[in-house]
């Protein structure tokens, strides 16, 4: 059952079994054991097992932006068999069950999205904020103020070659910016941090600046596999054995020699890759020598950094602390109280 | 022999003796062996010594923005005795002998500044590149833009109480910032950065930001003891025994009961000066927990790096490294060379 | 269901109910799967929830001396709903059932505890050996021994501020001493031992030692919240942001100034509890400056290690190891054949 | 020239030369470049020099309790050759130069203690501040109070076995108690210590305290090479390549086969000896697995930072820091103003 | 029911119950839910336990060389009682069952092994590739190799000493050569390679290379407690409380002693022992301070690592990586494809 | 004065000079403060200074192999000038001084080496114990031994590449194997070493092992500036700013690439590279995957301490101790005493 079944065409009989389906549409997360699931979700991955009495049944992880969930078909018909597939959107009805504290979905009607249902991919999935092709306009934007023309070719080229899987790699397969478009706004806001320090700290090539940061992560795209819903399944080969920062100092190497980038310039960006997780036990062996390679790192950690606070604090209560984050050294995070 | 006597009037003989002295001022670090040094410079300190004929000479540490070196004065009169002060400026005409790869001034003579001399305190000591009164108004306008008026108050009353102070203190005994008016440049700086980042970073309480920023260090004042110059002799016995986080801490708490400022504000603006150190070994007990705290972090060690990075790399030339830099875990830093 | 229900009189029916439970009294940690139990315990916590058949049923935490158990409420009359309350004292008789290796009492019988019952709170909940009114009395009498005249007015001031609350306050949420008195207990311990080693080092100052032993931890009672029998829900915001010591150091400045204390003695008791946790990653940004700090941070240790090494072994035979103990580095204690 | 000699009589010549030496004794630490010195002081090594021109001198280090300096004897008879050995003490009559900051001492007359002279070995060394054979009366008498008789045994016979030097070792080569008696003075005042807190933590084995102080640096005697006067030149070879820990293990295992010791009470005392310096990086692979041995531990520490502060804080004004002490982590003590 | 059960004769009834069981003998790492089982195995440990309704059965944990899996006998005679022991080789039939993904299997039938049975202990239980007897002539043909008599006699006598146990020891309790005859295993391995590589480093002194790899684990012997299977239950108190390095340097002294071994060599021989961990936070206080002490760290670290890599990977297919492993840092290993 | 002028023919009048000069050779290592010095050394750097008195003089470092001394040449004639230059060999006659314990060579004749004169580069400067041509070929020999034709081809490219310079590199700036041929010395003993532990640990794949060998530290031959001699200078810019582990990814990277080498072995190749320096705070952001890979590390540092003691021990008396050896930890080794 292949990804190429995704918005296979119903035929009447299941179009006939869906009418019924109400158009609410609950969040995983709200789900509650002993009640109803009526909603739209996508198919993360699915198994087709058997029961020990050899019974065949469909066994499914559904998500949402709200969470995950494991969903069980036990009785199903042919047609079922053609809607399930890895990263369909799926109409689902069924009652939410638990199970040693942990809920289960039985699934009693399941249909395809019709081209007429409404639901959009990023309503279903963590996405960024902002549309991919804004984003990219506007990295495109920070990419052409760069005055340096063997510099703005090496980057141009660099985001050309990877344009279409930037519309959609998350940043990380896990932690912050782990979401569709997650590398691209990731970058963008880095851009914009990055833009307005530079008018503080004057003294600083916002060539090396700009470039840096584009270019900063940009090989996670060769480190990980992302589907193209920004979640990833794995590293590749390459990216365990290396890593994205190895592998970006080899992309800058060998697109820098094919446009004859000077040498100096060419080993001060690599640098700058190669510093800028700051740290040795972070995978960088040498320290930032420059001041936007110091600068670089800085507009990472900030970015991340924000990012996991205004995450963690979305589900606080003003005058409430969240629970511990274990990315942020389970540190409780507070949220002040509205002024 | 005291701070007052700086400026003391010269009488006839000592201008005569002075009239040949050219106008050519020698920075300390131009000193060469066996060349001859004229200009003006600070008396860092001094003392009356004896060598062991039991002859009187004086003993002097001299400095100007680019370096210090000791000096002897081994023939003086009385009216030179009364030109010798701590802090005070002088104009001096000599040669410089070297001793082991230790270079020694031995002053011909001295004069103390004239009201004709146009020499500037900033041109002598190493003071911030903004006048005070300037940086002054600057932060005084963040924090009028604040808009709790409780936090506001509480801002520009311990403003109004460390004013004077304000003027000349450094942000340290020693590394960045240590000069003359440095403690205001490096919070300005921070405060203009924080404005700028909190456009990108949009979910920021911006009071919390500025209050926080021109809070962080102010107790540096209380913790070391330093004279008009930007000179810091020691730190002051409650500066060792607490350090300057403690005692900016009691400073909220003390100064807003007396304002009637809400605990909870109060809390939060203590802990943002507790936790911005960040580590546990460099005097925070307790990491950020709010998003304000998190930033004030980054906004204090980027402005430290940024001045370390444009410091050490001034006296470097394009294409070269520095020396081993130990504030900077004893990097090399590289300046790039010019595009 | 208000604490204030604690001990509600039970009406005729329920004490004809009653009547039939023995007398005998089972420790929670001698449970076991397929017995009866039968005795008095404290509800740590309650909740009211509902089957999935919609039947609502009361889920308790039990807890006595030696250990807690989860217990349910299947079939319940309003009388029981009265009788339920947080902290209260109640006799139980039910069966003890095992769930994949996890006990739980199903109750059958629940009544208050009755003014006839002798059971007192101190052999239900674990508490501190001393009585509390008896500890209090000799911690006073070392303050009295404090010469300086303002320090033993600071100290004893502070004592009555937190007096009320010292009877039950432990020293810790979990850990060493994290019981009834447990704060006192610890602190009475280490008065002693600072009394003793005091006159094997007799150049120490005595007043600061006896002073900085009260004083170190005091702020726990501000730092947490624990109800009456010393059970700690959670810390306070204060407590979270910034922890007992920076509160403790606070709270000596404004004691301190309000009696006008000297700088000199308010600074080096703020010290001390700043430093007493010796480590920075264990809260201490300074390291002891004096001999009595230096004391103060052993005489803490000692009591907490002694009181970990004393309750681990308590339940191992001689000749034997305990298990790992996570608080002590995953030691295996070993308890000596008896000689 | 050997440790015989010291003491050789002197020759009527010689007595005549010493005359006019005055009976005034100045302490090392006062010396004044410029002025005269004279006085007893112990020679810690010589070595008979030439100067370029080939002709030979006498370079001698001198001590007392104060200090140390260099000597030169530049014109010396036979006579005074009989004199210099290493640890005579000395009657010396000179001029203190200073060279490049430090100073030499230049010996005019020198000449051996006589029978009539009244100085005391332990006036001019570094040394415990109680006689030798009080403190070993008072060690032997804590050994009487083990209940057990094969641990007593054990204890009196390694005891027997060093007796003699036990009246001189040092408890290091350098640090805390590196000075005559020291081993014996750190092993007292613990045993003290151990005794008072005994009486606070009653659950504690006593009998395990007194012999794990007791023996728990003893083998410093056989790690060490120490003079009579607790000058330690080196380690021994076996001191380097195990250390003093694992000699007092072997000690225990061997003599406690001798008379019988139960491998259980042999083992635990091996265990006290190889935690007690707590740390796998200060040599203690184990950490103590017996309150008995953790408190070990701590009686050790606690002597050692009392001794360390209360000699740092010696030379300090009420009122004043000391200066950064390395030993204690580059801490300034401050001594508290008297009140 | 003891060991000496093993092996117990059948009775007809029983070997008539056995004679349909097939010869078929399935690894427990293949066993799947739902499936039938048969095959002989090791009983690992067992306990008669009650249900809920006071029914006795039989719990046992069954290994092979695949793995292991618990197992319950609900019914049995008392034949079936003398047959199941500890240690005991047993051939089983039963059904795998799976309870929330946990495999259990439920006995039907039980046998001793037969004497006609032909099944090897090595192949039910993980065993060193080579057999012991082979592996100890190996390793006392490099015992032999010694040139120095004393230090020949030494091991040989130490070997002596422990050779029966080599046959089965493990030499660990979990993580590298953690199986029947390990330690042997590891040592020569270790003799093989040190062999070796004292041709490309020929400076160093083979009979310390030989010595110090026959004796630094040996008293791993009486560290850990194993059965004759190499299954270690604990460790021994005196292992808990010294360690096998502090056991083996003891070992060394004594046996050195007996046969007048010189100190020098001892002393060698010992530090070998106490620095072939290398890191104090591994049990070695001391480095190593002589090239051959310094060879047997390596040549053990390499032999485990080996002995890791190749165990991690004789699971994964070529061009995949195997899971996290805890031992080696959480690496994912890569299996290279065949070239 | 350049490189060029070495060996430039001497005229008349100097050869007459040098006539006199005996032909003692005397190591730098001797030279005795008030002696004479006569011999041949390498001037590793010199520069023409002037005294206070303007007076022109030559300031020149000399080295040999056992040491490195300052000379001084205050009076010279043109010709002087023409045989000073880096590099060169000189015979040289002079007077050893001593200045505060630092000894200095006054020079009285100075010639550069004759045609005749027998002095070979290798007698002078440190070098590896094998002719470079011998150790390359060796080298080759094991690259002949790789099975695979592609990996073979790729580690011959590059050997071939880098051949004039693996003449003469050193492995180090300082440390281990910092000498002329070191690097190729390095090689070969680790490859000596993986070939013989390939037969303990037959399951390792020798192809990478002898190929990540040779490629592990080629880069190092761009990571420094070294001269013909194996001196370095200092690191180069693409060296400080990424470092040979870097450099030799991106060798083979692009060097693979050009024979068409499988993207799976040129990974596993650079992963070996990145990984061999095994900690990140060495340099390695990646631990190895591969037995390979691991075994690599392992070759590297037993190669570098086998050459770290040897050297180390060399000047040591048997049974005695070396000083403390930063690069080992400060460690002082030890020599056993001859059997």
Chains 1, 2, 3, 4, 5, 6 share one sequence.
Not at 73 to 93: G, N
Not at 154 to 176: C, D, G, Q, R, T
Not at 183 to 192: A, D, G, N, P, V
Not at 264 to 290: A, D, N, R
């Amino acid at each position: 059952m292949s990804q190429a079944s995704i918005g296979d065409m119903l035929n009447d009989k299941a179009k006939e079994q869906m009418k019924n389906m109400s158009d609410s549409n609950k969040n995983i997360s709200e789900f509650k054991a002993g009640e109803k699931a009526d909603g739209f979700y996508l198919i993360k991955s699915f198994e087709v097992k058997k029961t020990t009495n050899g019974k065949q049944y469909i066994d499914i992880d559904l998500v949402d932006k709200t969470g995950e969930i494991n969903a069980k078909i036990w009785e199903y018909s042919k047609e079922t068999e053609s809607i399930v597939a890895e990263s369909a959107i799926v109409k689902v009805r069924g009652e939410v069950l638990e199970w040693n504290g942990t809920k289960q979905l039985k699934i009693n009607k399941i249909r395809g999205k019709l081209s007429t249902d409404t639901i959009k991919i990023n309503e279903l999935i963590p996405s960024a904020p902002i549309e991919p092709s804004e984003m990219l306009t506007a990295v495109k934007s920070y990419a052409k103020k760069i005055n340096d023309s063997e510099i703005k070719l090496l980057v141009e080229n660099i985001m050309k070659k990877y344009e279409s899987k930037l519309f959609y790699y998350p940043a990380a397969k896990k932690n912050h910016h782990s979401y569709m478009g997650g590398l691209l706004y990731h970058t963008l806001r880095m851009l914009q941090s990055g833009d307005k320090l530079g008018q503080v700290y004057d003294f600083l090539k916002m060539d090396y600046v700009y470039a840096g940061v584009i270019l900063h992560d940009i090989c996670k795209i060769i480190e990980m596999d992302s589907d193209e819903y920004g979640v990833v399944s794995d590293y590749t080969m390459e990216g365990k054995l290396l890593g994205h920062i190895i592998q970006g100092i080899k992309e800058i190497e060998i697109e820098g020699e094919k446009i004859g980038l000077s040498r100096e310039k060419s080993i001060i960006l690599q640098h700058m890759v190669l510093s800028h997780h700051y740290e040795p036990e972070f995978g960088s062996p040498k320290k930032p020598m420059t001041p936007e390679a110091e600068l670089l790192h800085f507009l990472d950690i900030i970015d991340a950094r924000m990012y996991d606070f205004e995450h963690a604090l979305d589900i606080v209560e003003p005058g409430q602390f969240s629970d511990k984050i274990w990315l942020l050294d389970n540190r409780n995070l507070y949220k002040p109280m509205e002024q």
